[in-house]
Antibody, heavy 122, light 107 residues
């Protein structure tokens, strides 16, 4: 059974930093592109960033590019999101998620973590 | 970036109704579209991918269709557990954008 467990969320002041982590289990982590998706309170889903299995390709939403960095440790089966220069509009539940197929992202995301709340406020 | 516009944003329906939700893409995305269901306080659940392929374990009353720029999610015979928010996502090109969501509530 696939398990994705996020950690690292919390309250941070504007301009501050946080590092989210996601511990993965139940699948061959290194084969899959992984992604972070966020959801602001009462709002819809927003794709944030993705990283291919070998970390060769990184993708970011315009809203976070230059401030957030996605990374992974395939030896530890972990995914990370370093978030710097945080803004109030970054307040959201952040989900770690796995794409359905190892070979492509085209089949969507079939596994999600429980989410971790990031609150950016003074 | 590809924009996805869902309609309606809110829908009131009764048990047993047939419900149709539309997702329109700002450019051709072939069939690279997925549909998700999300309940309050929970992570989304994949229902359909490649526009019309039912994810394993999803009831057959859910179906998807479309290609290019117009897609639909249909729920036949709405059940109590189907009251939720539904969202589309394009997987054609990064950034992998989501639609704004459609909340299905009990009439």
């Amino acid at each position: 059974e696939v398990q994705l467990v996020e950690s690292g969320g919390g309250l941070v002041k504007p301009g501050g930093s946080l590092r989210l982590s996601c511990a993965a289990a139940g699948f061959t982590f290194s084969r899959y592109t992984m992604t972070w998706v966020r959801q602001a309170p009462g709002k819809g889903l927003e794709w944030v960033s993705s990283i291919t299995g070998g970390s060769g390709d990184l993708f970011y939403a315009d809203s976070v590019r230059g401030r957030f960095t996605i990374s992974r440790d395939n030896a530890e089966n972990s995914l990370h999101l370093q978030m710097n220069s945080l803004r109030a509009e970054d307040t959201a539940v952040y989900y770690c998620a796995k794409y359905t197929w190892a070979s492509t992202v085209k089949a969507g995301v079939d596994s999600w973590g429980q989410g971790t709340l990031v609150t950016v406020s003074s | 970036d590809i924009q996805l516009t869902q309609s309606p944003s809110f829908l009131s329906a009764s048990i047993g109704d047939r419900v149709t939700i539309t997702c329109r893409a700002s450019q051709d995305i072939s069939t690279y579209l997925a549909w998700y269901q999300q309940k309050p306080g929970k992570a989304p659940k994949l229902l359909i991918y490649a526009a019309s392929t039912l994810q394993s374990g999803v009831p057959s009353r859910f179906s998807g269709s479309g290609s290019g720029t117009e897609f639909t999610l249909t729920i036949n015979s709405l059940q109590p557990e189907d009251f939720a928010t539904y969202c589309c996502q394009q997987l054609y090109i990064y950034p992998l954008t989501f639609g704004g969501g459609t909340k299905v509530e009990i009439k």
